[in-house]
């Protein structure tokens, strides 16, 4: 008797070679795609902090500008940290995420000189374009404070209103 016997179709060692090459290679692209991708999220964060940390440095130049000018010229400060007083940089104060209020600004610059260093603390706010600043504290390294009173035309404007009052008219109003 015979049997035609044959042997069950065994998938040859080329095909199941090329299968598991194939799931490396997509296993890869993913991980590479996942990667790149990371990196452009993270490097696209990067761009825009840097980007706004150099606008809101720029805005802060002018106020920052005229609040060492009033700085330099009070007695009290160039006692203690001599003349002329050095200023670091401004950095922005207060709730810093989200966009610069132009109409109440804070904002803090490092203050050195004659061995002593502090930090002046500064409130500026944006008038028709024009900046005023409304108060500056000098907070010296030992704990004590210096108040410099702003004058001349760093001083906010008064808020009067053309009857002379400090209170909006009722037609305004509406």
Sequence with gaps: MSQDFQ???????????LMIVLIVIGV????????CGGCMVVSGRAARNAANQF????VLLEPSSIAQGEIQANEEV??????PVNF???TREGDTKGELNLADTRFAMTVEGNGNKGTAHVKAKQIDGQWAITEII???????????????E?????????????????????
């Design 88 to 90: 670091g940089p401004a």
């Design 7 to 17: 042997q069950p179709n065994k998938p040859s060692g080329g095909m199941s070679t």
């Design 28 to 35: 890869l692209f993913l991980l590479c795609a996942g990667i």
């Design 154 to 174: 760093a001083a906010p404007p008064d808020l009067k209103f053309d009857d002379g009052t400090e209170e909006m008219p009722e037609e305004d109003k509406k």
């Design 55 to 58: 606008t809101e440095g720029v």
């Design 138 to 152: 000098v907070k010296n390294a030992d704990g004590s404070a210096i108040n410099v009173p702003v004058t001349g």
């Design 78 to 83: 160039t006692t203690k940290y001599g003349t």
